[in-house]
């Protein structure tokens, strides 16, 4: 049969377009038998009847190919519904944001929060902690785009460092992948059905090869970026243009953004790599020469060294940071501190952000009306006359808790500087208030530790993996070991610490890890109902029922209401122990079978008790038969004996 | 009538020229696996997350 022209490119066209329709087809069939995953923010739940959206800790398993190693987000709780006093902060970024080493309570967005609360009790301010490891400003900026959702009300930046490694880097990938428009073109396919399966696939034909060693030198060397080579600038372009994205969504949603400029390790930290013309040369060898020379206080062997570093060597991140060390030990710190951060922006492993990404985002928030929140300047402020270092840092990037300190201070001050936040409290007042009762705990700040430890026992801090091992001296280093190795939750080791310590009558420090649980879970009422019980054991009734009181309406929990009111009623405050007890009665009768026989019991002897001392006989009468019918209680003639 | 013919002289050139059919399922199918293989992450990358 003969097809005219026109005909044949007619069908040609439709056939082709048929092939593609295949495509769409099989995308709509792997949604329709959910055979991938839809990777939404938030997820709805409800909590005490209450409704919430649950940050989904799973959400940047898509930014890496093996879902098993992808970093997680924090646990996060939102009212569903935000209240008319309630403010929300977005905290966006890589690890340092999240708050690695530490779980929780010492992360700066954690920290902000409570400042922030602490200082304006009129509202809530919710810190929402979006930030994960390994991520760069192409996951920020499509984190951002899903959170409409939450209504923030401002957002937080605190990212650069891994624009080089972390997911969708230019060189964390082959190249061809270090165009920006072709990343974000990849983001968006691998949200596809198609290519999850396709991948997961690819995954079983195509086993990863080995990486348990990742000291392949070949890798290393190819994952080198000399200071000024084209990938470093266009990584750094790629970053402004992310900026550029994030500052159109940001606007779309109508919010203000601060953003931190990045600070780093510079006098602590040797360069990971040096970008040595002489391959052979090993700078962990030549750094150990020096500081032999150093050490002896052999100046003139020192300067020769220098010398012929200078020599061979000129552009080294390595001789910045000996010259650095040098006029240290000369006692010139100011000229330390420039050869520390030539140091840094040298090193060709680059772990830690040069000083021109701080430029990038000191112009682009001047141009862009973005509040630029200044954490290098007040690193170097508070390390002066020496330039930032172990002070402040554990190992490269990631601050100590009086580092998380300062910076969760100078995001605060940017937000009341700009008129976004205004405190009730003095300054100061809030400020010593703060540092004495935040719940740092013994627990948190070891597993912090040993998380570090095991970091550095790794490569690029050392050139051979070392096996690390660790004895426990005490019970709190016994729980952080045993959570650093997963074998028991935050949670429980908290719970199991709080009751150690009140064996041991150690109540400031069972009341400190009650207060760390109640950072974490500030809409659960057992941590406060938990801390009421240890200041009523300390005869502390008076903080004990402030401590209810602050949280009772919000929590409207029937066990809470009942401790109040059996407090009311010890100190002869029968209508204050009524209201609490009839608020707990409310509770129990819309579902009776999920409360306990002995608190039912308990509560309406008190109320009874409560309702005829105070001559309200009808409704005593009421709650008595109420408590016959309903529960098969008897509420005996001692009761009432008791209560006259 | 005419209808039908239509539909079947598209059958008959399809089962003729199954390859604008193949080309662009071969096509995307190619497209997806070259990003896959060029969008594997870096071999380091899981061990050192915490690093940044």
Not at chain 1, 82 to 90: A, D, Q, T, V, Y
């Amino acid at each position: 049969m003969s097809v005219k022209k026109w005909k044949k490119m007619l069908f040609s066209i439709l056939l082709i377009l048929a092939g593609i329709s295949l495509f769409f087809l099989t995308e709509w069939i792997l949604h329709l038998f959910h055979l991938g995953e839809e990777y939404t923010l938030v997820e709805e739940l409800e909590i005490h009847h209450k409704p919430y959206y649950r940050i989904n800790r799973n959400f940047p398993q898509k930014y890496f190919r093996s879902h098993e190693t992808a970093p997680e987000f924090r646990d996060e709780l939102i009212p569903r519904y935000k209240g008319p006093s309630e403010k929300r902060i977005l905290v966006l970024g890589g690890s340092t944001a999240f708050g690695f080493p530490y779980s929780y309570n010492i992360t700066f967005p954690d920290m902000l929060e409570g400042l922030l609360n602490r200082g304006d009790p009129e509202h809530v301010w919710n810190v929402i902690n979006l930030a994960t490891s390994a991520i760069n400003s192409y996951s920020v900026s499509d984190i951002l785009e899903h959170t409409s959702v939450l209504e923030p009300d401002a957002l937080i930046l605190y990212m650069g460092h891994n624009e080089f490694y972390g997911a969708f880097g230019s060189a964390s990938s082959e190249r061809g992948f270090t165009s920006y428009s072709l990343t974000h073109l990849l983001m968006k396919v691998q949200k596809t059905y198609l290519f999850q399966v396709l991948q997961k696939w690819l995954n079983v034909v195509l086993p990863d090869k080995n990486t348990e060693d990742p000291l392949m030198a070949t890798v290393v060397r190819e994952r080198q970026i000399p200071y000024g080579s084209s990938l470093y600038l266009k990584t750094r372009l790629n970053f402004i243009k992310n900026l550029h994205r994030i500052h159109k969504i940001a606007e779309k949603m109508g919010i203000p953004v601060y953003i931190g400029t990045l600070t780093s390790n510079e006098r602590s930290q040797i360069p990971f790599a040096s970008d040595f013309k002489d391959e052979a040369l090993n700078q962990q060898t030549l750094f150990n020469e020096f500081t032999f020379l150093l050490e002896r206080e052999d100046t003139t062997g020192v300067e020769m060294w220098l010398k012929d570093m200078e020599l061979w060597e000129p552009q080294s991140a390595l001789l910045a940071y000996c010259r650095g060390k040098y006029h240290d030990w000369q006692g010139k710190p100011d000229s330390a501190s420039f050869y520390y951060a030539l140091a840094r922006d040298l090193d060709v492993l680059r772990f830690r952000a040069g000083s021109d990404w701080n430029v990038a985002i000191r112009q682009f928030a001047r141009e862009n009306d973005w509040v630029c929140v200044p954490i290098d300047e007040t690193f170097h402020n508070v390390s002066a006359p020496y330039a930032p270092g172990n002070n402040l840092f554990h190992e490269h990037v990631h601050p100590k808790e009086n580092g998380y300190f300062l910076m969760a201070e100078t995001f605060f001050k940017s937000l009341s500087n700009s008129g976004f936040y205004q405190h009730k409290i003095p300054y100061d007042e809030l400020l010593s208030d703060f540092k004495t009762t935040y719940p740092i705990t013994p627990f948190e700040l070891k597993a912090g530790e040993l998380t570090i430890q095991k970091l550095m026992s790794r490569w690029p801090f050392v050139s051979d993996n070392q096996p690390f091992t660790f004895n426990p001296s005490n019970t709190t280093e016994h729980y952080a070991w045993e959570y650093l190795n997963g074998n028991i939750s935050w949670g429980k080791a908290n719970q199991s610490l709080v009751d150690y310590h009140i064996n041991r009558d150690e109540k400031d420090l069972a009341i400190r890890y009650v207060n760390s649980i109640r950072e974490v879970l500030p809409h659960e009422a057992a941590p406060v109902i938990q801390l009421a019980h240890i200041l009523l054991d300390q005869n502390q009734m008076d903080q004990a029922l402030q401590v209810l009181r602050k949280v009772d309406e919000t929590m409207d929990d029937p066990h809470l209401w009942l401790l109040e009111g059996s407090i009311h009623m010890k100190r002869d405050e029968y209508d204050f122990a009524i209201y609490a007890l009839n608020k707990a009665r409310r509770i129990i009768l819309k579902n009776p079978s999920s409360f306990h026989s002995e608190m039912i019991s308990q509560l309406y002897h008190y109320l009874f008790e409560a309702l005829t001392i105070t001559g309200r006989m009808d409704e005593a009468d009421i709650v008595k038969k109420e408590s016959e019918h309903t529960f098969h209680l008897n509420i005996n003639a001692d009761t009432l004996r008791n209560a006259s | 009538m005419g209808k039908w013919t239509i539909i079947k002289e598209f059958f008959q050139y399809a089962r003729e020229n199954k390859r604008y059919l193949i080309l662009p399922i071969v096509m995307i199918l190619l497209l997806l696996g070259v990003i896959i293989i060029f969008s594997q992450g870096s071999a380091l990358a899981p061990f050192i997350y915490a690093l940044f």
